[in-house]
């Protein structure tokens, strides 16, 4: 497996494969291209004899110099359960070390439980939210109104030799 950045060009790719991966659920409109476009040196693909088999879509915030967001990530369903994910946001933590973060967020549906036991497992805990949706803590209308959101946030450290 080899992980590289994604250039403007993979959209075109990954976008069909996208509602494909997640069982038919309508998805990739939340991967436009802008992210592909804007977004190569904290975003990553990796992939096996050609095929792209995960992708990570990520940011460093320009809002807050600490944090850094993983906005999508994704694996194709016959590679799941090998590492390939756990790789991914290990290549955006390590930018985001590189970019002098220390905080990585993630935002996922309270309906996915497996997003949210999978970033559990990689050691994010869960924001404490305004509600409890199934047993999780949410932050009701994140998303606007009955779009209600688990919100995630690891520490991570610094590169220390990169000033900026």
Request: aromatic share 12%; with cysteine.
């Amino acid at each position: 497996m080899e992980i590289r950045n994604v250039q403007s060009e993979d959209y075109y790719i990954l976008s069909p494969l996208i509602d494909e991966w997640w069982g038919g659920r309508q998805m990739s409109a939340k991967v436009p291209k802008l992210f592909f476009d804007h977004f190569h040196d904290s975003s990553f693909i990796i992939e096996e004899k050609g095929q792209i088999i995960g992708f990570l879509i990520g940011f460093m915030s320009q809002s807050n110099n600490e944090e850094a967001y993983i906005h999508f990530a994704g694996v194709h369903p016959e590679y799941r359960k090998k590492n390939v994910g756990k790789n991914l946001y290990e290549a955006f933590y390590q930018s985001a070390s590189e970019s002098n973060r220390s905080v990585v967020k993630a935002v996922t549906s309270p309906v996915n439980k497996a997003s949210i036991a999978y970033h559990k497992q990689l050691g994010f805990r869960v924001k404490d939210g305004d509600k409890v949706v199934d047993g999780v803590t949410v932050t009701a209308d994140y998303d606007g109104p009955g779009k209600d959101r688990v919100l995630f946030e690891k520490e991570i450290c610094r590169h220390t030799s990169k000033s900026h």
